[in-house]
Structure formats: structure tokens, C-alpha cells
């Protein structure tokens, strides 16, 4: 059965710190691998990974997927108290539905 | 305009009651989801259709019932509700195409929540 397992569940730094959140997964087909945010509302998209070593950025946010090592990484560099979230990352793997199996999110609280 | 919009925003209700939300999406894709999210934050699907056809049921009590009447809406209708259902419910679309590795990508909307007391 396709698994996403995150960590840490949760996370408290200050202003400026850099952070990585990590993601590993168990898939038999795997298609892609997918960063979210979610704040008070809606999970926003973030970053859509598929080929192992190329990096996504996004401004002060970047990931990287490993295939061989099933993992993928989101890093945050120059926090702000905005960044605080929860980041949920999901897989999009052996059905061809579009179902996404997501992990248990990992909570960052930013303080200034 | 709103992509992907969920009625209502919040619901209470007492246990034993029957409630519905409905969801609907302007973003022209072929597929509807529903999630649950739990109080630990844990986001499980419950439900998809693909052009108004169910095609992801997972285990979820059948006092859960979804309808999408067309591509653009689905609806999900709760019956006899226990103090375990409270949760928030978010509706997402996507599109996925047959015979084309879609992207999995997920566009949700801002969720209902829905508190039984």
C-alpha cells in the first residue's frame, strides 16, 4: 500500500532560521510527489516534483526529490512568521485516479 | 471568481441529525474529491468521481453519501451524524485524463467544518 511518511510532525524556529522538512514514501507506481501549505484554510499548491535531482524554487522555498532513496525535501531559507503552516506532502502514485495519499503534514511555527 | 467553492463554511449540528455539503467547481476538470481532515490534520479521501461517475470509495461508513449531479458539482450528504464525524470536509477537483499521465495536482476548497455535538 502506497505510504507518506513526514518529519518532524512539528517544528518552532525564529525569524531568519533555515528549516527542511522531509518526506519519505513507499509507492509501487510512482507519478509524481506534490508540497502543499496549508494555513487556516485551503492546502495551497507549492511544488510538483517527478524527476529525481532537479530542484523546484519558489523565492525563499526550494525541493528536491530522490527516487532512489524515496524521499523528497522542502527547504525554507530566511523564515518569516508568514511561512508558519502546516506543509503537507502528498503522492499521486500507483492509481491513475488523481487520488493523492498525503502524510501527517509537519507544523512550523515561525517566531519572531 | 472562486475555483473550486464548498457550502457552508461552518455547520453545527446535534448528533442523530442528517446535513449536506455541497461543493462545485469552475475550473472545467473532469474529477471531484472529497477529503476529510482530521483534528490531528491528517488529510484522507473519501470519495471521487470522474465525469459524474464514482470511481474512489474508500472505507468510509455508508452514512456518507456522495451525488455529482455533473462534472462541475458534487455533493456530499451525511446521515444519522456521530460526534466521530466532526471534521473539516474539503472538496478538491483536478483534472485527469484518460490514456495521459495527469499531474496529480489538486485545487481545494476552503472547507467545511462541521462540529457534532
Known amino acids: 500500500e502506497d505510504k507518506v511518511v513526514q518529519s518532524p510532525l512539528s517544528l518552532v524556529v525564529h525569524e531568519g532560521d533555515t528549516v527542511t522538512l522531509n518526506c519519505s514514501y513507499e509507492?509501487?507506481?510512482?507519478?509524481?510527489l506534490l508540497w502543499y501549505k496549508q494555513e487556516k484554510k485551503a492546502p495551497t499548491f507549492l511544488f510538483m516534483l517527478?524527476?529525481?535531482?532537479i530542484e523546484k524554487k519558489s523565492g525563499r522555498l526550494s525541493s528536491i526529490l530522490d527516487k532512489k532513496e524515496l524521499f523528497s525535501i522542502l527547504n525554507i531559507t530566511a523564515t518569516q512568521t508568514g511561512d508558519s503552516a502546516i506543509y503537507l506532502c502528498?503522492?499521486?502514485?500507483?492509481?491513475?485516479?488523481?487520488?493523492?495519499?498525503f502524510g501527517q503534514g509537519t507544523t512550523l511555527q515561525v517566531k519572531p | 471568481d472562486t475555483a473550486v467553492s464548498q457550502t457552508p463554511k461552518y455547520l453545527v449540528t446535534q448528533m442523530g441529525n442528517d446535513k449536506s455539503i455541497k461543493c462545485e467547481q469552475n475550473?472545467?476538470?473532469?474529477?471531484m474529491y472529497w477529503y476529510k481532515q482530521d483534528s490531528k490534520k491528517f488529510l484522507k479521501i473519501m470519495f471521487s468521481?470522474?465525469?459524474?461517475?464514482?470511481?474512489i470509495n474508500e472505507t468510509v461508513p455508508n452514512r456518507f453519501s456522495p451525488k455529482s449531479p455533473d462534472k462541475a458539482h458534487l455533493n456530499l450528504h451525511i446521515n444519522s451524524l456521530e460526534l466521530g464525524d466532526s471534521a473539516v470536509y474539503f472538496c478538491?477537483?483536478?483534472?485527469?485524463?484518460?490514456?495521459?499521465?495527469?499531474?496529480?495536482?489538486?485545487?481545494f476548497g476552503e472547507g467545511s467544518r462541521l462540529t457534532v455535538l
Open positions: 509507492v509501487t507506481n510512482f507519478r509524481s
Open positions: 517527478t524527476s529525481s535531482g
Open positions: 502528498a503522492l499521486y502514485g500507483s492509481s491513475n485516479t488523481g487520488k493523492l495519499i
Open positions: 478538491a477537483s483536478s483534472q485527469v485524463t484518460t490514456g495521459k499521465r495527469g499531474t496529480g495536482e489538486l485545487f
Open positions: 475550473l472545467g476538470h473532469d474529477t
Open positions: 468521481y470522474n465525469n459524474k461517475e464514482l470511481i
